[in-house]
C-alpha cells in the first residue's frame, strides 16, 4: 500500500477552491460591467460566461477526482490522512507513469522539524547534501511551511520597501531572504552576494541601458 | 529555390558581431538552464523578455532561439551523468544514458546525445525553411473561422491531448483564460474585471504572468522541498567524447527515426518534446528486443540518440509552426510568441510578407545556434556539469531577484509586483498539486486571440454557428482535434492495462 500522491490529498482542493473563486470573481465582474456600445450576442461578456462555466465544471471534475476512493492507494484504510510513512525501498512512488515523473523524482525524508537545516546550507561543499541514510518516507506533500512563509514574506516585504529603500538594497534584502528560505544561513557571503547581484542588475540594466528602477533614499548611485 | 536566395540573406544580415554575440550567449544561457534541473528555457526566456525593451529585435528573437535549442541540448547532460534530468524532455534519454554513464561509457553517452540534438535540430530547421513560407502562404486564406479553430485545437490539444491528466491540464486553462480576460475588451473599449484600478486596464502583463508563474512559482516551490535530500550519484565521464565508426552506426538510424518523431509533433500543441520524446525511446526499446544482443537495460546507444534527435525536431518545427501559422506549440514558443508581440510584431502568415527581414535572419540564427551549440556541448559537457555545484540558495534567491527585476521593469508599477507575488503563490499550488504550467501560457496567449475571431466570425455571419466548420481547413483542423483526443484516450488505456499486468 502506498500513501496518496500529493496531488490527490485533501490538500490538492485547494485547486479547485481557486477555480471557485475565479469563477466568481469573473461572475461578479460580468454582472457589474459597464458595457460601452451595443454588446449583441456575441459581445464583451460572452467570453466571460463561458469561462466562468468552465472554471465550475472543471472544479467540479476536479474535485471528483481527487476525492474519488483509489483503492492503490487507500488500501484497508481508506481515505487515511496520509502521514510520514516510512516505506523503504518503495519511494520510487509515483513513477509508474514515467511521464508523471516530472514533479516528485526525488525522495524526501520526513523533514520532522519542518525547518530546514540550522547552519549549515543544503550544499556546503557542491555535493555534501545531508545524507538521511536509506531510511526514506514517502511523505510527497511534505511542505516546508516555514521556508515557504519565508520565500513569500520576503517577496511581499520587498515591494512594501522597495520604493524607500531603492533597489540595491531591497533586492538585498529580497536575495537574502530567499537564500534563507532555501536553507542557507550564512549570513555574510548571502548578503555580500545580494549586493553584488542588485548592483550588477543596476549597472547593466539601468545604467547601460536604460531601464529605470527605484533609486530610493540612497538617491544618485 | 527563393528560400535559398533568402536564407542566403539572413546569414548576410547575422553575419555581424553583435548578431554572433548574442547567438553565442543565448546558446551559452540555454545549455545552462538545461543543464540545472527546474530551471527550463521557458523560463530563461521569461525572465529575459525585459530585454526586449532594450535590444534590436533580430538580436532579442535570436538569442531567445538559441536559449531554447540549447535547453534541448544541455538537458541530457544532467541526467547522463547524475540520473537527474535537468527537464522533464531529458527523462527519457536520461535511462539509457545513465547506464551507459555507469558502464563507462559517459563521454560516449554525452556525445551521441549532443549529436542527436544537432541532428534533429538541423533536420527540423531545413524543412521550416522550406515549407515555413509555404505554409504561411496557405494560412493567409485564414479567416476568423480558421483562427478561432486554430486557438481552439492549441486549447484542447495542450490540455486534453497531452497532459497526464485531461482535468488537471483543463483547470490550469481555465486559469490561463481568466487572466487573459482582465482589461479593456478591444473590440467595444468596454474595462473588464479592473474594477476601477486604472493599473488593470490594459490587462496583466503577459511578462508578469511569464515570469510569476515560471521564475518565482519555482522559487517557492524550491522552498518548498528544503529539507528532502536529493541523492546524487555522478559519474564523471572519462575519455574520448568522439564515436567510433561503429557506435555512429548504431546511433545514426535512431538519430533518425527520433527527428522522425520530432517532426510533427512540433507542429501539434502538445505542450513540448515530452511526448516524442517517449515514443522514440518507446520504438527504440521495441527494436532492440529484435536484436540477438539486446542492450537496453545495460546502456543502449540507440536509447539516448532516439529521444535526444526528437526533443530538439520538435523545438525547430515548433519555430515554424509558431512563425508561419502564430501557434505556439510549447510553453517556451508561447513566450517566445510574447517577445515578437514586444515588438508588435505578430506572428502568422503575414509575418514573413511584413518583416521577412527579421524572419530569415531568425531563420539563418538556428543554423548558427545549432553548430555553436554542438561546439558548446561536445566537448565540454563534463564542464557543462560543474555549473550542478552552484548552491541551490543562491542559485533560486538570484532567480528571484531577477524575476522581481522583470516585473518590475516591465511597469514600473507596485501593482505588477503583488500580481506578481500572487500569481508565485498559485505557481506553487500548481507545482505541488500537479497542475501542469504550459496550458495557462497557451491560454493566456492565445485566448484573446479565441475570442475575438469568435466574435468576428458570429458578427460577420449574422450568429450562425455554421459559419465556424464551413471551410475545409476548419474541418480537417477538428478532425485532427478529435483523432488527438481519440489517440490520448487509447494511449492512457494503453498505459493502465500495461501498468495492471
Redesign the interface.
Known amino acids: 500500500m502506498r500513501t496518496r500522491?500529493?496531488?490527490l490529498s485533501r490538500?490538492?482542493l485547494?485547486?479547485?477552491a481557486?477555480?471557485v473563486a475565479?469563477g466568481i470573481?469573473?461572475l461578479y465582474?460580468t454582472l457589474t460591467?459597464?458595457?460601452?456600445?451595443d454588446?449583441?450576442?456575441?459581445?464583451?461578456t460572452?467570453?466571460?460566461w463561458i469561462?466562468a462555466v468552465?472554471?465550475f465544471v472543471?472544479?467540479a471534475?476536479?474535485t471528483f477526482?481527487i476525492l474519488r476512493p483509489r483503492p492503490e492507494y487507500d488500501g484497508v484504510a481508506a481515505g487515511a490522512v496520509p502521514a510520514a510513512v516510512p516505506a523503504g525501498g518503495a519511494a520510487a512512488g509515483g513513477a509508474?507513469?514515467?511521464?508523471?515523473?516530472?514533479?516528485h523524482?526525488?525522495?524526501?525524508?520526513g523533514?520532522p522539524?519542518?525547518?530546514?537545516?540550522d547552519g549549515v546550507?543544503?550544499?556546503?561543499a557542491?555535493?555534501g547534501?545531508?545524507?538521511?541514510g536509506d531510511a526514506v518516507a514517502d511523505a510527497p506533500?511534505?511542505?516546508?511551511?516555514a521556508?515557504?512563509l519565508?520565500?513569500?514574506g520576503?517577496?511581499?516585504a520587498?515591494?512594501v520597501v522597495?520604493?524607500w529603500l531603492g533597489?540595491i538594497l531591497a533586492?538585498t534584502g529580497?536575495?537574502?531572504a530567499?537564500?534563507?528560505?532555501?536553507?542557507?544561513r550564512r549570513w555574510f557571503p548571502?548578503v555580500l552576494?545580494?549586493l553584488a547581484?542588485?548592483s550588477a542588475?543596476q549597472v547593466v540594466?539601468s545604467g547601460l541601458?536604460?531601464?529605470?528602477?527605484p533609486a530610493g533614499f540612497v538617491g544618485g548611485f | 529555390m527563393e528560400q535559398l536566395t533568402n536564407l542566403l540573406g539572413g546569414f548576410a544580415d547575422i553575419l555581424s558581431p553583435s548578431a554572433l554575440l548574442f547567438v553565442f550567449v543565448g546558446a551559452l544561457l540555454g545549455t545552462a538552464v538545461g543543464v540545472l534541473p527546474g530551471l527550463g528555457s521557458a523560463m530563461a526566456v521569461a525572465l529575459l523578455l525585459p530585454l526586449t525593451f532594450v535590444l534590436d529585435p533580430t538580436n532579442a528573437l535570436i538569442m531567445f532561439t538559441g536559449i531554447y535549442f540549447g535547453g534541448l541540448f544541455g538537458d541530457s547532460i544532467a541526467g547522463i551523468l547524475m540520473n537527474t534530468p535537468g527537464n522533464s524532455t531529458a527523462i527519457a534519454s536520461s535511462f539509457e544514458g545513465y547506464r551507459m554513464a555507469q558502464r563507462g561509457k559517459a563521454a560516449q553517452a554525452l556525445a551521441t546525445a549532443a549529436i542527436g540534438a544537432f541532428i534533429g535540430g538541423m533536420v527540423a530547421s531545413l524543412l521550416v525553411v522550406f515549407f515555413a513560407p509555404t505554409l504561411a502562404e496557405l494560412a493567409t486564406g485564414f479567416g476568423p473561422a480558421e483562427f478561432f479553430a486554430l486557438a481552439v485545437f492549441a486549447f484542447i490539444a495542450i490540455s486534453a491531448v497531452v497532459a497526464d491528466s485531461a482535468i488537471r491540464g483543463l483547470a490550469a486553462l481555465a486559469i490561463g483564460l481568466v487572466l487573459a480576460l482582465i482589461g479593456i475588451d478591444q473590440p467595444s473599449g468596454t474595462p473588464r474585471f479592473s474594477f476601477g484600478f486604472p493599473a488593470l486596464l490594459d490587462g496583466v502583463s503577459i511578462v508578469v504572468i511569464t515570469v510569476s508563474l515560471l521564475a518565482l512559482g519555482e522559487v517557492f516551490h524550491q522552498a518548498a522541498k528544503v529539507g528532502r535530500s536529493t541523492e546524487q550519484d555522478t559519474v564523471l565521464p572519462t575519455g574520448r567524447p568522439w564515436l567510433s565508426r561503429a557506435e555512429f552506426r548504431a546511433a545514426l538510424p535512431a538519430w533518425l527515426r527520433g527527428t522522425g518523431y520530432g517532426l510533427p509533433f512540433g507542429v501539434i500543441p502538445a505542450g513540448g518534446a515530452e511526448v516524442p520524446t517517449f515514443l522514440a525511446y518507446g520504438t527504440e526499446r521495441r527494436l532492440d528486443r529484435r536484436r540477438t544482443t539486446p542492450m537496453f537495460g545495460r546502456g543502449s546507444i540507440q536509447g539516448v540518440a532516439g529521444p535526444e534527435a526528437a526533443g530538439n525536431a520538435t523545438a525547430g518545427t515548433a519555430m515554424g509552426a509558431l512563425l508561419a501559422l502564430g501557434l505556439p506549440t510549447s510553453a517556451t514558443a508561447a513566450i517566445l510568441l510574447a517577445a515578437f508581440q514586444q515588438y508588435g510584431l505578430q506572428p502568422g502568415p503575414l509575418l514573413l510578407e511584413r518583416s521577412g527581414d527579421i524572419v530569415w535572419a531568425l531563420l539563418a540564427g538556428f543554423f548558427l545556434a545549432m553548430v555553436v551549440l554542438l561546439i558548446l556541448n561536445l566537448p565540454f559537457a563534463p564542464l557543462w556539469a560543474q555549473l550542478l555545484r552552484v548552491p541551490k540558495s543562491y542559485l533560486y534567491a538570484g532567480i528571484g531577484v531577477f524575476a522581481a527585476f522583470g516585473v518590475y521593469a516591465a511597469g514600473a508599477s507596485t501593482v505588477d509586483l503583488v500580481i506578481m507575488l500572487v500569481i508565485g503563490v498559485l505557481g506553487l499550488a500548481m507545482r505541488l498539486y500537479d497542475i501542469p504550467v504550459a496550458p495557462v501560457l497557451i491560454a493566456v496567449i492565445l485566448g484573446p486571440l479565441a475570442e475575438y475571431s469568435l466574435r468576428d466570425a458570429m458578427g460577420n455571419s449574422g450568429n450562425d454557428p455554421a459559419v465556424l466548420v464551413s471551410s475545409p481547413i476548419t474541418v480537417v483542423l477538428y478532425l485532427l482535434l478529435v483523432a488527438g483526443l481519440a489517440w490520448a484516450a487509447w494511449r492512457r488505456f494503453a498505459e493502465k492495462r500495461a501498468a495492471d499486468v
Not at chain 1, 509508474?96 to 514533479?103: I, Q, R, S, V
Not at chain 1, 522539524?113 to 537545516?117: H, I, L, R
Not at chain 1, 547534501?129 to 538521511?132: D, N, Q, R, T
Not at chain 1, 506533500?141 to 511551511?145: E, G, I, P, Q, R
Open positions: 500522491p500529493a496531488h490538500g490538492a485547494v485547486v479547485p481557486i477555480l475565479l470573481f469573473l465582474g460591467m459597464e458595457v460601452v456600445g454588446g449583441g450576442l456575441f459581445g464583451p460572452t467570453m466571460p469561462v468552465l472554471c472543471v472544479a471534475g476536479l477526482d509508474d507513469d514515467a511521464a508523471a515523473a516530472t514533479g523524482t526525488g525522495v524526501d525524508p523533514s522539524d519542518g525547518v530546514g537545516p546550507g543544503p550544499d556546503g557542491g555535493s547534501s545531508e545524507a538521511s506533500d511534505a511542505v516546508n511551511s521556508a515557504v519565508t520565500a513569500v520576503g517577496v511581499a520587498f515591494i522597495l520604493p533597489w533586492a529580497l536575495f537574502t530567499l537564500a534563507a528560505a532555501l536553507g542557507n548571502v552576494a545580494g547581484l542588485a542588475i540594466f541601458l536604460g531601464i529605470s528602477l
